[in-house]
Every structure is written in structure tokens, then in C-alpha cells.
């Protein structure tokens, strides 16, 4: 079955720090990728995806995400985080052709000010 | 435009009961799901509905059921309640024709059961 890690539970940086969380998943063949975001007392909402095409893909709020097939992972980046971006985190792979996706843990991501 | 919703918003269960859950999609999306996301778990995939058929469901057992209606809104009844069934239960919607996965999510029912 498929699986998807998550492997940071839990990162805490300061304003302005870079930020780069992880997401590997185990299916070998077509797959569609999502970077989803909770923020606290929000709906989960989608920050970014990819289907097809070119694997640098750009979300909102300046977030961005690679696809790198060889190595099964799609790890979410962004150059300087705000106090904002507080947030829990969510990778999320569908195996191509299916309308079901497997959930990561999460990763809670805390920005001091 | 309306989002997912869904209710209640929260809910306080004693063991052995039942309880029922309700959401309703965005308008013009067929499909419908259902997630359990127990503290440190994630996300988990109960059941997914699309043009009111059950089409998949997770690892869970039987006692975990719902149905789509006519307008596409949602039920998700749980029988037998057990102190492990408490957790945020998440309903989404996406449209299924043309290859639209992305699912878009409610702002949950937290169910507590003592």
C-alpha cells in the first residue's frame, strides 16, 4: 500500500529562516502530488500541487515545491518564513488514477517573531 | 462562494452510543469525502461518496457508514462509539470528471467520547 512520510513532526524557526520540510512516498508509478496547510482554527486548504510538467512547482504565499522522481520525494521550500506561516502541514500523494490521497502526519511548523 | 460545511461543530458522546455527522459540498461537486485525523495521525480516509454511491472506503470497520444525498450533501454515521473514535472527522469535496483531484475541506467535527 501506499505510504507517505513526513519525516520533520515538529520545526520551530525563527523569522526570515529558510524552511524546507520533507515528503517522500512509496508508489513507483504516475502520481499526483499536494502540499496541503492548516492554520490554527482554519479549514486544511491546498498550498500547492503537481500533476504533470515541470517538477518546481509554485503555491501561494510564496512557498514552492519539487518534484524529484528518482528520489520519491516532493519537499516543500520557501526562502524566508513569516510568523504567519505557523501553521500544521500536510504532503499528499494519489496514486495515478485514483481519487483517493495518502496523508502524511504532518509537520506543525512554529515562527517566532 | 459557499465552502465545505459541515455540523456540528462539536460533539460530546458517551460509549456504546451513535452519533451522525453531516456535510455538505461545495456547489457543483459531485464527490464527497471522509477523513478521521486523530491526534498524531494524520489524516486517515473513511469513506468516499460521488454522484450518491459509495465508491471506496478505508480501514475501518462496518460500524463506520454514511450515505450521499440526491443534492450531494452527506451523512457519516458511526455506531457503537468507542473512547478511540474520538478524533476531528473532516469532510471534502472535489469534482471526479477531468482528472480534478484537488479536495477541498470543512472545518471539521470534533467528536469526544467518554
Known amino acids: 500500500a501506499q505510504s507517505v512520510s513526513q519525516h520533520n513532526h515538529h520545526v520551530i524557526l525563527s523569522e526570515a529562516a529558510s524552511l524546507e520540510l520533507g515528503c517522500n512516498y512509496s508508489?513507483?508509478?504516475?502520481?499526483?502530488l499536494f502540499w496541503y496547510v492548516q492554520y490554527p482554527g482554519q479549514h486544511l486548504q491546498l498550498l500547492l500541487k503537481?500533476?504533470?510538467?515541470?517538477?518546481l512547482v509554485k503555491g501561494i504565499k510564496g512557498f514552492e515545491a519539487e518534484f524529484i522522481k528518482s528520489k520519491f520525494s516532493f519537499n516543500l521550500r520557501k526562502p524566508s518564513v513569516q510568523w504567519s506561516d505557523t501553521a500544521e502541514y500536510f504532503c499528499?500523494?494519489?496514486?495515478?488514477?485514483?481519487?483517493?490521497?495518502?496523508f502524511g502526519r504532518g509537520t506543525s511548523l512554529i515562527v517566532h517573531p | 462562494e459557499a465552502g465545505v460545511t459541515q455540523s456540528p461543530t462539536h460533539l460530546i458522546k458517551t460509549r456504546g452510543q451513535q452519533v451522525t455527522l453531516r456535510c455538505s459540498p461545495i456547489?457543483?461537486?459531485?464527490?464527497v469525502y471522509w477523513y478521521q485525523q486523530a491526534l498524531g495521525l494524520g489524516l486517515q480516509f473513511l469513506l468516499w461518496?460521488?454522484?450518491?454511491?459509495?465508491?471506496n472506503r478505508g480501514n475501518f470497520p462496518p460500524r463506520f457508514s454514511g450515505r450521499q444525498f440526491p443534492n450531494y450533501s452527506s451523512e457519516l454515521n458511526v455506531n457503537a462509539l468507542e473512547l478511540e473514535d474520538s478524533a476531528l472527522y473532516l469532510c471534502?469535496?472535489?469534482?471526479?470528471?477531468?482528472?480534478?483531484?484537488?479536495?477541498?475541506f470543512g472545518p471539521g467535527t470534533r467528536l469526544t467520547v467518554t
Open positions: 456547489s457543483g461537486h459531485t464527490s
Open positions: 503537481y500533476f504533470s510538467g515541470d517538477p
Open positions: 499528499a500523494v494519489n496514486e495515478g488514477g485514483s481519487y483517493i490521497p495518502t
Open positions: 461518496y460521488d454522484e450518491g454511491e459509495e465508491r
Open positions: 471534502a469535496s472535489s469534482f471526479t470528471a477531468g482528472g480534478h483531484y484537488e479536495q477541498y
Open positions: 508508489y513507483g508509478g504516475t502520481v499526483n
